[in-house]
Every structure is written in C-alpha cells, then in structure tokens.
C-alpha cells in the first residue's frame, strides 16, 4: 500500500503535540483503488467522444458508461458514487449525443448553487460542440436574453427557485422547450435533505406534470454523493423509480485517515464550571501550519466562515515566525467568491502556489480540486456525505495522503472519535425528506393548479389520498375551488411568490439596518425570536450588528453595526403536548411513540455571555408565545424502572435532560438533519403520557421527516447516544456529551451518570 506520505504527514503533525497530550484516537490507511475503464459506447457520435478526449478524457470508466447506457435507454438513474468520480461525463455523454443525433431535443440542469450551475454550463461550453446553445436562467440572466433561452437554448442549466419562479408559473412561453424535453439533470441530489428537499421533491412533480401536459416524458438523472439506498432517496426526490448506479471505477490514492480529539483544558471552565476542550479552529490552524511547513497542499474545512477566516489568519501568523514567505502561501476561502476568484484559487492550489486553504463547506460543491496532499476537516460536517466529500479532495493517484478529522465539543463529534467505524464503514446516512408534510404540500399543490388545473389522475405522485385531503382543506379555505373536472386556483394573481421553497413557511422576517436601510438577510419566523430578540448580536457575512428593534407584526427586525465583546444566548420555556399518538410500541415498563405535537416556546430572556463563557448578566424579554405543530418521537419510563436503576425523583428530571440533549446531537447520525434542525423536551411526568417522557420533535411546521427517521432507528441512535455520553472522560457533563450549546434553560439540571442509566434502561427493553 503506497501510505507512506500520509503516515509521515501524520508523523510531522504529532511532532508538535506536547508530550502530556494524546489527542490521536484512530489511525487507518484506506486502499488505493485503480481506475477501471470501459469502452465508448456504440451509440456515442464520434464527435462527441472526440470532444472528450480533446479534453484529455481518453476513456471513460465503468461507471460512466453504466449510468449513460441506462440514461440513453431512457431510464430514470441515480449515480451515487465519490468525490471528483466523473458523474458529469456520465450525463454529458447521452445528453450530447441526443444532441447530436435529434436536432430538436432539449434538456433541463438543476444545481442547489448558481455557482455550480455556472461551473457545469462553462464545462458544457469548453467541449466545443456545435448546436448545444447551452445557457443559463437564473436569476442574473438579463431580461432581454431570456426571449432568447426560452426561444433557442437546448440546454437550460438552473436552480430549483428559478423552475418555481420563473418557468413553471409561465410554462405557456416554454411550451416549444417542454414539448422536446428529454432530460433533467437533478445535480448534488443529496443536496436536497429536510423542508428544502420537501420542497424540491414536489416541484420536481410539478415540473414533469407540465412536461407530460406537453407531450414529454423526461428521463431524470439524479448525481449525488455516496448515501445508503440512494434509489430510494432520488426516487421519493424526483417522483419516478430511479435505477441506482453506485459502483465506483475512478482511481483514488491510498489515505491515511486520523481521528483526532482535542485536549481538555485545565485553565478554561465553561457553562457551569464544566470543563472545555481547546477549539477544533485553533487546533486545525496548528496542524495546517505543520503541514504547509512540510510542503503539503492542505484543505482545511472549518464550519464557519469566521472561523475559516480565522484559521487563516492563526496559520499566516504562526508560519510568519517560521519563514515569512510560506505565511503568503496560505489563504482564506468562503462563499460568495466570484468564480474567477474560485478558478484562481483551484489554479494556484493545483501549482502549489497555495499551500494551505481555510475554507467553509462553500468549496464542498462544484469545485474541481482533487488530488492534494493533505484535508483536514474541522468539526463533523454534518452528514457522512459531506465527509467524504470533503475527504474526497485528497488522495494523490501512485501516493498516499493525510485526512485528519478533528472533533468539535460535541456529543456527535466525540462519538465519532471515539466510534471510527461508524465513520470509516458506515454506509452513508439516508437523505431524508418528507414530501407528504401537509404544509409544504398545500402550497404546492396551489401553485401545481394554477399551472394547471388539478385533475384525480395527477394525484398520485402527489401523495393520492393525502393530496386529496389538503386539496379539500384549500377549497375550504377558499384558495381552490373544485369543480367536476378538477381543482382550480381562481384568483388572477399566482401563488407562486408567497412560496419560500428554502424556508419552513410563512412569511419570512426581514433583518435590516437601520441607518442604510440594507436588507441583510432573512430569518425563519419561527426562530426570529430567539436570534434576532431586542439585544441579540446577529451575524451577518461575518460582520456583527445587535439589535435594536423586533416587530413581528411588520416581518422586521431593524439592527445597527456593532461588534461587543460578548454573545447573547436566548433563555427559553418550552412546554410541548401530544396531539395525536400515531404508532406506540409497548415493552415492560417503556414505550416508544412517534406522534403529532404542539410545542409552546416562549424566549423570556438573554444572556449576555463573554468569549470565555463567563455570564454578564441575564436581560429579561417581553416576546409572544409560539406554537408549533409537528412531528416528534418519544419514550416514556415507569417510575418504578427509575428507581430499581437507581435514579431517585429528585435526579431524574436532569438525567432525563442530559440523555436528551444527547439524543439530539446524534440524531444526524441517522438522519439528515443538523442539530438545529430538531427539538427537544424531557419531563420527569409528562401530563399526556403520565410518566417520565423524552420528546425530540422536528423543528419545522409539519416536520421534515427527522422525528420518523430517529423513531424507525431508535435502538441504534439510542445505543450511540449511550456511547457518545459514556465515551467523554469529563466527570460531569461538558459540551462533548449532555450539553447542548441551543438549551433554553441554561443546560440545567444536567445528570451525566443518570442519563447513561436512563438510556440503559430504554435500550435493555426494546432490544
Ligand atoms: N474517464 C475519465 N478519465 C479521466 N479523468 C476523468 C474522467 N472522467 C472525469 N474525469 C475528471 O475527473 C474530475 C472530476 O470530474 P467531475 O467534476 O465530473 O466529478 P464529480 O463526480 O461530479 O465531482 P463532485 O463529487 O465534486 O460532484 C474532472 O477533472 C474530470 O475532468
């Protein structure tokens, strides 16, 4: 195996980790694989193929050619295979050909980022060929240039909110466009998780509605990363069977991937004294600057564009001490570069111009860089997927190379360092998305009958009886008006604008400076209470204003430019009550429900917090309370079971809370969700249940899917939480394992050696 470049990177790196710290808890060299090629395909104009191989393309590999084949044959695919493994050959190859052999046909690209949309149609124009007219709508495209795309383009590259805004609610003027549709390109499948993937699933319904309206029949093609079952993933995304295509032919150099935890620090206390591990930002800058030190081309992804920038920064400061003319070989990357700024930068890291790179998960998508020395990967990313994208960018063909994971405080990071199977062997985590949630439904389906009018036969993609239920509601809500023939939307203006198909509903607030009147961005109804309350700092594009000013009302939150030393952290009470008990499993003395719930939550006050943890002091608020209504998965405990584990009453209420707050850092294990994304609530009685209950509930109207998918999985999520909690070498609780960086009530009582008797007792009756 060719590792030895990445062990003697990794050897480098522990050089410089004092001798009382062992931060190192897992090395592994993952195989070379070799390139397995395969032939053109018959049918492939030599043209095409030309186009290729002028690129320095000489053959495809199997892959490729597996899921064109399918493609040309008109079958729905979804290609599920690594990093930089060519899945945009494997489309090209058969959308070009169709090209070229049919004069008329025309095809659809859609990328969750005008960036990578951008990127693919500059790919598609590189190859030179003649009669593509490839063009992009989106957004930027100016208004007298798209007569011309609707008139002439064959192939229109595009995102999912320009297809709802602006081609789907006018299709009339697509019609010729429509009627020769032959493929949509569904690129970074996995792209679309949660309300956002809801969102799309059903607009991809819309979307081949209309086709066949037309006369088309479409054959979609799903790229992704790696998930487990993506044929049923892209198949409930793009509302058609989709054949899966994951047997990966790319060649990939041999890696060495390290596990990698950060020391517990004696000098630094946290929330309630807890202790603190130094930050995966400040440890990933030093082990950046041992290797630029060493000459290796360094990716280092960090969570936050801040601290992105901020790793740069350490790293520039710590090389200037060593050799100031490495310090200007490293840089910072974020989103919303321009794409020369992204070429140059794929440019000077390819020469070795750039020897290090801080950058935020923006360089994850659409960026051809593959093939450096070393990807160091700050905090889990999320999703598996997002990992081994991440991962991906390193791997040299005929030389090893290094990936270090480096853990976050947190219950989900500590379960991986010390789990390395769970994240070296496991099959990546399911896409989850629910397209049947009613309130993401109901808009859609007013948007899909004022294209056109609904009738029972377009039902089924759409959920059949469920459809036909919330269609029910829209007419007597007064939004539809059904007649003989179907549903139709009556009103003159469309539905289309009031639907935020990247938000959870409603109507979004608007965060504003005051003095410029600049519209800064957006923050979800739902949580603009806890982040953009009178007094919260608010960060935006890594510039910090507090605010001033919250009407709820008016959709408005006014705010001023200041950046004080401290953060603010909402306090809340949160009450949550069972509405519909919808599956309840029974073991001896414990039951696990997956139900609807309504969650009250009120923020009744602010902490003002110093960067050290300290607390300035608590500011009182004078918001509303908010309800809402979603799905959530819970467990309930006999009290006698408590006391034969030996949890007295007066513990219980905080080893219930600590075994949740866990629960919901591992969560994303098994779904793909993020933390923030759920809630949770523990009560030591719970009125609806009548005993000890532990909800954790999506934190979308509706839901996303998040609570079913922990409900199905419990037994497993429920044995990491346990691992996770009992993983973590501090004594009583720190960020690593039951607290929660999100808790409302200041993570208190939290009972650390409680809550692994807790899930102890769930996991004992239900496996
Ligand atoms: N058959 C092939 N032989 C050699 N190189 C290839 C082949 N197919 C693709 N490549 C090269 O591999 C690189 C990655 O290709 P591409 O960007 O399509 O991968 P991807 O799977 O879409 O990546 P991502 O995971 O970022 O979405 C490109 O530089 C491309 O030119």
Redesign the pocket.
């Not at 294209?451 to 009886?465: I, Q, R």
């Given at each position: 195996m060719r590792t030895e470049r990445g062990r003697q990177l990794l050897s480098r790196v522990l050089a410089g980790v004092p001798a009382n710290e062992n931060p190192l808890t897992h090395v592994e060299d993952l195989p070379e694989r070799l390139p397995q090629y395969a032939e053109w395909p018959d049918w492939a104009p030599a043209q095409v193929v030309g186009a290729f191989r002028a690129r320095g393309?000489?053959?495809?590999?199997t892959h490729?050619v597996e899921a064109a084949e399918h493609i040309w044959n008109s079958r729905h695919v979804v290609l599920s295979?690594g990093?930089?493994?060519?899945?945009?050959?494997s489309y090209q190859l058969p959308v070009l050909s169709s090209f070229a052999t049919d004069r008329r046909c025309t095809a659809l690209y859609l990328a969750p980022t005008k960036a990578l949309g951008a990127d693919q149609l500059r790919a598609v124009r590189d190859l030179d060929l003649p009669d593509v007219r490839a063009s992009s709508f989106d957004g930027d495209t100016p208004m007298e240039e798209r007569d011309w795309v609707r008139a002439h383009a064959r192939w229109v590259f595009t995102n999912p909110d320009m297809i709802h805004r602006g081609i789907l609610p006018s299709h009339a003027r697509w019609a010729q466009f429509f009627r020769r549709l032959k493929y949509i390109v569904v690129d970074?499948a996995h792209a679309y998780r949660g309300v956002f993937g809801s969102h799309v699933a059903l607009l991809l319904r819309r979307l081949r509605r209309v086709a066949r309206h037309y006369g088309s029949d479409p054959t979609f093609i799903a790229?992704s990363?790696t998930v487990s079952d993506p044929s049923v993933s892209a198949t409930r995304l793009c509302g058609v069977e989709c054949v899966a295509v994951t047997e990966d032919g790319s060649p990939r150099g041999a890696r060495t991937v390290a596990l990698w935890e950060p020391p517990l620090m004696d000098e630094l206390k946290g929330e309630n004294g807890a202790p603190v591990r130094r930050s995966a930002g400040a440890e990933t800058a030093r082990i950046l600057t041992d290797l630029v030190v060493e000459g290796a081309r360094t990716l280092a992804f960090v969570r936050s564009r801040r601290g992105a920038e901020l790793t740069a920064l350490s790293a520039r400061h710590a090389l200037s001490q060593v050799d100031t003319t490495l310090a200007g070989r490293v840089a910072a990357y974020r989103a919303g570069f321009l794409p020369e700024e992204r070429r140059a930068l794929e440019k000077s890291l390819a020469s070795g111009e750039l020897l290090g790179v801080a950058s935020t998960n923006a360089l994850e998508l659409?960026v051809?860089i593959?093939g450096l020395d070393a990807v160091v990967v700050a905090g889990y990313p999320g999703t598996l997927a997002s990992f081994w994208?991440q991962a991906g960018r390193a791997g040299r063909a005929g030389d090893g190379s290094l990936v270090v994971f480096v853990a976050r405080d947190d219950p989900l990071d500590t379960y991986l360092v010390h789990n390395p199977s769970a994240m070296l062997h496991r099959p990546i985590e399911a896409t989850v998305l629910d397209p049947l949630n009613p309130y993401v439904l109901a808009p859609h389906l007013a948007c899909a009958a004022a294209e056109l009018p609904l009738k029972d036969k377009d039902l089924p993609p759409f959920g059949g009886d469920t459809a036909r239920e919330v269609l029910q509601d829209l007419v007597n809500d007064g939004v539809l008006r059904k007649r003989p023939a179907g549903w139709y939307w009556t009103s003159r203006d469309r539905p289309h604008a009031g639907v935020d198909i990247r938000g959870s509903g409603g109507e979004q607030i608007m965060v504003v400076e005051a003095d410029t009147g600049r519209m800064l961005g957006t923050v979800d109804p739902g949580s603009a209470c806890a982040t953009v309350h009178p007094g919260a700092v608010y960060l935006h594009q890594g510039t910090s204003y507090v605010v001033d000013e919250l009407d709820l009302d008016a959709g408005l939150a006014l705010v001023h430019a200041e950046d004080p030393e401290w953060t603010t952290q909402p306090r809340d009470v949160v009450d949550i009550s069972v509405l519909k008990t919808l599956t309840k499993q029974d073991f001896d003395g414990v039951t696990v429900c997956l139900g609807d719930v309504a969650v009250t939550s009120q923020v009744v006050a602010y902490l003002r917090r110093l960067p050290s943890g300290e607390v300035i002091d608590q500011v009182p608020l004078d918001l509303p309370e908010r309800t809402l209504e979603t799905r959530a998965v819970w467990y309930t405990i006999a009290e006698d079971l408590l006391r034969e584990a030996g949890i007295e009453r007066a513990q219980t209420g905080g080893a219930l809370h600590a075994a949740e707050h866990a629960a919901i850092g591992l969560l994303p294990l098994l779904a793909t969700c993020d933390r923030w994304d759920i809630g949770g609530v523990s009560t030591a009685m719970h009125p609806d249940t009548g005993e000890a209950t532990v909800f954790v509930h999506d934190g979308h109207p509706g839901g996303a899917g998040f609570a079913d998918r922990g409900f199905q999985s419990i037994a497993d999520w429920l044995t990491a939480t346990r691992l996770a909690i009992d993983s973590c070498e501090c004594q009583a609780g720190c960020p690593s394992c039951v607290q929660s960086p999100k808790c409302g009530n200041g993570n208190e009582p939290l009972d650390k050696a409680g809550a692994i008797r807790v899930l102890d007792i769930v996991l004992k009756a239900i496996t």
């Amino acid at each position: 195996m060719r590792t030895e470049r990445g062990r003697q990177l990794l050897s480098r790196v522990l050089a410089g980790v004092p001798a009382n710290e062992n931060p190192l808890t897992h090395v592994e060299d993952l195989p070379e694989r070799l390139p397995q090629y395969a032939e053109w395909p018959d049918w492939a104009p030599a043209q095409v193929v030309g186009a290729f191989r002028a690129r320095g393309l000489e053959k495809p590999w199997t892959h490729q050619v597996e899921a064109a084949e399918h493609i040309w044959n008109s079958r729905h695919v979804v290609l599920s295979t690594g990093t930089a493994s060519g899945k945009s050959l494997s489309y090209q190859l058969p959308v070009l050909s169709s090209f070229a052999t049919d004069r008329r046909c025309t095809a659809l690209y859609l990328a969750p980022t005008k960036a990578l949309g951008a990127d693919q149609l500059r790919a598609v124009r590189d190859l030179d060929l003649p009669d593509v007219r490839a063009s992009s709508f989106d957004g930027d495209t100016p208004m007298e240039e798209r007569d011309w795309v609707r008139a002439h383009a064959r192939w229109v590259f595009t995102n999912p909110d320009m297809i709802h805004r602006g081609i789907l609610p006018s299709h009339a003027r697509w019609a010729q466009f429509f009627r020769r549709l032959k493929y949509i390109v569904v690129d970074e499948a996995h792209a679309y998780r949660g309300v956002f993937g809801s969102h799309v699933a059903l607009l991809l319904r819309r979307l081949r509605r209309v086709a066949r309206h037309y006369g088309s029949d479409p054959t979609f093609i799903a790229a992704s990363a790696t998930v487990s079952d993506p044929s049923v993933s892209a198949t409930r995304l793009c509302g058609v069977e989709c054949v899966a295509v994951t047997e990966d032919g790319s060649p990939r150099g041999a890696r060495t991937v390290a596990l990698w935890e950060p020391p517990l620090m004696d000098e630094l206390k946290g929330e309630n004294g807890a202790p603190v591990r130094r930050s995966a930002g400040a440890e990933t800058a030093r082990i950046l600057t041992d290797l630029v030190v060493e000459g290796a081309r360094t990716l280092a992804f960090v969570r936050s564009r801040r601290g992105a920038e901020l790793t740069a920064l350490s790293a520039r400061h710590a090389l200037s001490q060593v050799d100031t003319t490495l310090a200007g070989r490293v840089a910072a990357y974020r989103a919303g570069f321009l794409p020369e700024e992204r070429r140059a930068l794929e440019k000077s890291l390819a020469s070795g111009e750039l020897l290090g790179v801080a950058s935020t998960n923006a360089l994850e998508l659409g960026v051809d860089i593959a093939g450096l020395d070393a990807v160091v990967v700050a905090g889990y990313p999320g999703t598996l997927a997002s990992f081994w994208q991440q991962a991906g960018r390193a791997g040299r063909a005929g030389d090893g190379s290094l990936v270090v994971f480096v853990a976050r405080d947190d219950p989900l990071d500590t379960y991986l360092v010390h789990n390395p199977s769970a994240m070296l062997h496991r099959p990546i985590e399911a896409t989850v998305l629910d397209p049947l949630n009613p309130y993401v439904l109901a808009p859609h389906l007013a948007c899909a009958a004022a294209e056109l009018p609904l009738k029972d036969k377009d039902l089924p993609p759409f959920g059949g009886d469920t459809a036909r239920e919330v269609l029910q509601d829209l007419v007597n809500d007064g939004v539809l008006r059904k007649r003989p023939a179907g549903w139709y939307w009556t009103s003159r203006d469309r539905p289309h604008a009031g639907v935020d198909i990247r938000g959870s509903g409603g109507e979004q607030i608007m965060v504003v400076e005051a003095d410029t009147g600049r519209m800064l961005g957006t923050v979800d109804p739902g949580s603009a209470c806890a982040t953009v309350h009178p007094g919260a700092v608010y960060l935006h594009q890594g510039t910090s204003y507090v605010v001033d000013e919250l009407d709820l009302d008016a959709g408005l939150a006014l705010v001023h430019a200041e950046d004080p030393e401290w953060t603010t952290q909402p306090r809340d009470v949160v009450d949550i009550s069972v509405l519909k008990t919808l599956t309840k499993q029974d073991f001896d003395g414990v039951t696990v429900c997956l139900g609807d719930v309504a969650v009250t939550s009120q923020v009744v006050a602010y902490l003002r917090r110093l960067p050290s943890g300290e607390v300035i002091d608590q500011v009182p608020l004078d918001l509303p309370e908010r309800t809402l209504e979603t799905r959530a998965v819970w467990y309930t405990i006999a009290e006698d079971l408590l006391r034969e584990a030996g949890i007295e009453r007066a513990q219980t209420g905080g080893a219930l809370h600590a075994a949740e707050h866990a629960a919901i850092g591992l969560l994303p294990l098994l779904a793909t969700c993020d933390r923030w994304d759920i809630g949770g609530v523990s009560t030591a009685m719970h009125p609806d249940t009548g005993e000890a209950t532990v909800f954790v509930h999506d934190g979308h109207p509706g839901g996303a899917g998040f609570a079913d998918r922990g409900f199905q999985s419990i037994a497993d999520w429920l044995t990491a939480t346990r691992l996770a909690i009992d993983s973590c070498e501090c004594q009583a609780g720190c960020p690593s394992c039951v607290q929660s960086p999100k808790c409302g009530n200041g993570n208190e009582p939290l009972d650390k050696a409680g809550a692994i008797r807790v899930l102890d007792i769930v996991l004992k009756a239900i496996t």
